[in-house]
Structure formats: C-alpha cells, structure tokens
C-alpha cells in the first residue's frame, strides 16, 4: 500500500515557477509508477504527467510539455512536478497518484493510490 502527501502548491503570477512534492510511504513505492493529475472547477481531473518507477520513461500532456518536469527520488520516496512558465490556465487541483504498472498511464483508473491534492493557482 502506498500513501502519498502532495505539498507546494500556491498562488503564483503568470509565468511563475512552482514545484510540486509527492511524498510517498509504503514499500511499494519505487516499484510504483507515478503520475500527476490536475482539476480544474467545473471540469474532469485530466493527464498531466507521469513516470515509471525508474524514470526510463516520462510522459506529459501537450500543453504542459517544455514547461513541466516530472522527476523522482526513491531513496527519498518522493515524486516532484516542477511547473516553470505558469499559465492562468494551469491554475488546478493537482493530484499525484500511484499505480502497479505504466500500462494506461493516462487513464485515473489506472491508479490505485491518490493524494490529496494541492491548489495551484495562477493570476495573470
């Protein structure tokens, strides 16, 4: 079982920089791929990126690509999104959360295990 805490999240202008912590206990944590969700208001909980439990592999979203990283320390058992050249648009909930295998890494169902969620908000 996996337990995660998202931390880092604030209000921030308009090509601003944030980075998002994802702090994980459990075991199972660097065999977990992880993944970042966001939630808009009155909108779905969408893709932003994720990551196999050994970074070979990182996939984003297209409208966050160039400006996010998603990076991982599994001996510190934390996932981290570095958000650079923030967007009103970005402002959301951000989730991370953790699942078995990388298969349907865009998809909420593919993940068990889900924090609670940080507000990013972006003001222009």
């Known amino acids: 079982q996996v337990q995660l805490v998202e931390s880092g999240g604030g209000l921030v202008q308009a090509g601003g920089s944030l980075r998002l912590s994802c702090a994980a206990s459990?075991?199972?944590?660097?065999?977990?791929?992880i993944g970042w969700f966001r939630q808009a208001p009155g909108k779905e909980r969408e893709f932003v990126a994720a990551?196999?439990?050994?970074?070979?592999?990182?996939n984003y979203e297209d409208s966050v690509k160039g400006r996010f990283t998603l990076s991982r320390d599994n001996a510190k058992n934390t996932a981290y999104l570095q958000m650079n050249s923030l967007k009103p648009e970005d402002t959301a909930v951000y989730y991370c959360?953790?699942?078995?295998?990388?298969?349907?890494?865009?998809?909420?169902?593919?993940?068990?295990?889900w924090g609670q969620g940080t507000q990013v908000t972006v003001s222009s």
């Open positions: 959360a953790a699942a078995p295998n990388y298969n349907n890494y865009r998809h909420r169902a593919s993940y068990f295990y």
């Open positions: 459990g075991r199972t944590f660097s065999q977990s791929c």
């Open positions: 990551t196999t439990w050994s970074s070979e592999i990182t």
